[in-house]
């Protein structure tokens, strides 16, 4: 019943959208702009569901962790470009990220939890330097919870999908989705 109600869950979350492709502080507040602000990018949309498909893939203390550590290290770099501090390489990094992050899901690297900790979160700097960089008019705090709500709810939704199907087809399934976001993260680099 858990497995199913995580299926359910994460395509659930899949199919909802604003209208907008980024919602005006102004007018709607800064936490939604913040909620909203993420579901609009595909290279980040792409990136924190692998983050939850590898996460799923490791499986034990990983589930939760390798997630907390991408939104705990994303949150330090929207402070660091609030706080004026460079980061060269913003978005090619956050390419980058789409691809290995893809990768290591469809390969279904294991690696100590740790070690996975570390390599979201180095990824996880830079998309939060980019949050921080885009703020434009939004109240930094509100707007910061609300893009660290959707990219937790957007690891969820990769979690969900690697967990909800269970046993060996499921991991394809999950391995399949890995290669399907480092093929589209090359995409959006040569292509889009």
Known sequence: MLKRLAVALSLMSLSVAPAFAHL????HGSLLAG?????????H???MVAVGLWA???????????PAAFVATMAVGFAAAIAGAPLPFVEPVILASVVVIG????????????AGMLVVGVFALFHGHAHGGELGSAGALSFGIGFALSTALLHATGVGLGLGIGGDTGRLVTRIAGAATALGGLWLALGA
């Open 56 to 66: 799923a893939l490791l499986g034990g203390r990983a589930l939760w962790l390798v």
């Open 24 to 27: 005006n502080p102004d007018e």
């Open 35 to 43: 909620v909203s602000h993420p579901l609009f990018g595909m290279d």
């Open 45 to 47: 949309i792409l990136a």
């Open 103 to 114: 990768l290591l899901a469809a390969i279904a690297l294991k690696v100590p939890t740790w």
